[in-house]
């Protein structure tokens, strides 16, 4: 009964699967462009967003969540119009699970740099100052690798 709700079709063709990778990778991408810190510089208060951080502090990590998370979001769209593809091979659940995997390696490293780079840099506690940005890549994390576990037909 779940699967054929997942299966059914919902808009413009796309089912709820392919509707959560859709989401999924939205957030990924999108979560760059967000505040992922805030923290007070002598008094003054500072925003640090993704691209910021990547340019700055040198944290390279931020590039691939806007590459993974357009890879979620074409791959969704071609699987979605032309499942002719992928009805024989198990290539495109392999992949999107290869893409879930990376989009989880990459949040924990990113993770782990950060709390490093505010210690040390910034003199603060990274998850006291965490801002929308980590929490919306975190999520974005969480419904890509479950979107691309969902088992099909």
């Known amino acids: 009964m779940i699967k054929d709700i997942l299966d059914s079709k919902l ?13 999924g990778g939205l957030m990924l991408a999108g979560s760059v462009f967000l505040t992922w810190a805030t923290y007070m510089d002598y008094g003054e208060r500072k925003v ?4 910021e951080l ?13 590459l993974i998370g357009i890879g979620y979001i074409v791959g969704a769209f071609i ?12 290539l495109p659940k392999i992949l999107g699970i290869i893409l879930g ?3 989880l390696i990459t949040f924990v490293v990113a993770s782990i740099r950060l709390v490093l780079i505010m210690d040390s840099v910034f003199q603060v506690t990274f998850p006291n100052i965490a801002g929308i940005g ?12 479950f979107g ?3 088992p099909g037909r």
Not at 81 to 87: K, L
Not at 134 to 145: D, E, H, K, P, R
């Open 48 to 51: 640090l967003n993704g691209v």
């Open 11 to 23: 808009v413009w063709g796309m089912s709820a699967r392919h509707l959560v990778l859709i989401i």
């Open 148 to 150: 691309s576990a969902i």
């Open 134 to 145: 980590y929490y919306t890549a975190l999520v974005g994390t969480g419904i890509s690798v």
């Open 79 to 90: 699987h979605s119009r032309f499942p002719e593809f992928s009805h024989y091979s198990k």
């Open 101 to 103: 995997v990376l989009a």
């Open 54 to 66: 990547q340019e700055d502090l040198h944290l390279s990590e931020m590039l691939l969540f806007p």
